[in-house]
C-alpha cells in the first residue's frame, strides 16, 4: 500500500491550501485515514481523521479551519486549509489504519498502519 502527498508549499499567514493524499489501494478498504503532521523539533501531531463511517475528528488547534474528506471513489484523502498560521508550518503525513479502535478519534498515530513521506508546508511572510 501506498500513500503519497502532495499540494504543500509556501503560503502567507491567512492563506489556504489543500492537501491531497493519494492511495494505491481503495480508501474504503481502512478503518481510519488521516492527516498528522511534525514541526521542526517537535513531535508527530495528530491533526484530523476519518473513518469508515465518514466521522470525522480534527484538533482544536485547527478546529473551524481545516477540513478533513475522501473520494473513495478516486482513492483520494484531502486536507482543506484556511487561515494558515505560522505554527501551522510542518511536515504533513497521510497516513491509513486497517483495523478498528479508539486511536481514530484520539488522533493519535499508533493505530496506523501505512504512511506517506510527507509534504512540506510553509508559513512565512
Known amino acids: 500500500v501506498k500513500l503519497v502527498e502532495s499540494g504543500g508549499g509556501l503560503v502567507q499567514p491567512g492563506g489556504s491550501l489543500r492537501l491531497s493524499c493519494a492511495a494505491s489501494a481503495n480508501t474504503d478498504r481502512y478503518f481510519c485515514m488521516g492527516w498528522f503532521r511534525q514541526a521542526p523539533g517537535k513531535g508527530r501531531e495528530g491533526v484530523a481523521t476519518i473513518d469508515e463511517d465518514g466521522s470525522t475528528t480534527v484538533s482544536d488547534s485547527v478546529k473551524g479551519r481545516f477540513t478533513i474528506s475522501q473520494d473513495s471513489s478516486k482513492k483520494m484523502l484531502y486536507l482543506q486549509m484556511h487561515s494558515l498560521k505560522p505554527e501551522d508550518t510542518a511536515t504533513y503525513y497521510c497516513?491509513?489504519?486497517?483495523?478498528?479502535?479508539?486511536?481514530?478519534?484520539?488522533?493519535?498515530?499508533?493505530?496506523?498502519?501505512?504512511w506517506g513521506k510527507g509534504t512540506l508546508v510553509t508559513i512565512s511572510l
Open positions: 497516513a491509513a489504519g486497517i483495523y478498528s479502535g479508539s486511536y481514530c478519534e484520539a488522533l493519535e498515530d499508533y493505530g496506523m498502519d501505512y
